[in-house]
């Protein structure tokens, strides 16, 4: 089991940009960042494999970076030109099952963070 800590969430006028981070302890091949807006289902937004092969929700797609820093153990999430659609609260999520996958699936992640809320204002 892997446990995870988001820091890194706040309120930024559209436009902005924010970094989220998570912190992680134990084995985690596969890691995420998910989100989920009130009255919405839970979505993938960026996901890195283990071999560094990343994937991107099309939503975010060419604002949203994700990495990882395997000596720091932790996550990060680069957003840029935030949009208030992007409200929401953020979780990262890793599993140790199929290093290798892409997929953004909720199910397809155990191991789950509290969250750190993300405030776009128009």
């Known amino acids: 089991q892997v446990q995870l800590v988001e820091s890194g969430g706040g309120s930024v006028q559209a436009g902005g940009s924010l970094r989220l981070s998570c912190s992680y302890a134990g084995v985690a091949y596969r890691m995420g960042w998910f989100r989920q807006a009130p009255g919405k289902e839970r979505e993938g937004v960026a996901i890195?494999?283990?071999?560094?092969?990343?994937n991107y929700a099309d939503s975010v797609k060419g604002r949203f970076t994700i990495s990882k820093d395997n000596p720091k153990m932790t996550l990060y999430l680069q957003m840029n030109s935030l949009l208030p659609e992007d409200t929401a609260m953020y979780y990262c999520?890793?599993?140790?099952?199929?290093?290798?996958?892409?997929?953004?699936?909720?199910?397809?992640?155990?191991?789950w963070g509290q969250g750190t809320q993300v405030t776009v204002s128009s």
């Open positions: 999520a890793a599993d140790v099952r199929f290093p290798g996958a892409l997929g953004l699936g909720v199910n397809l992640y155990f191991d």
């Open positions: 890195i494999n283990a071999i560094g092969q990343t």
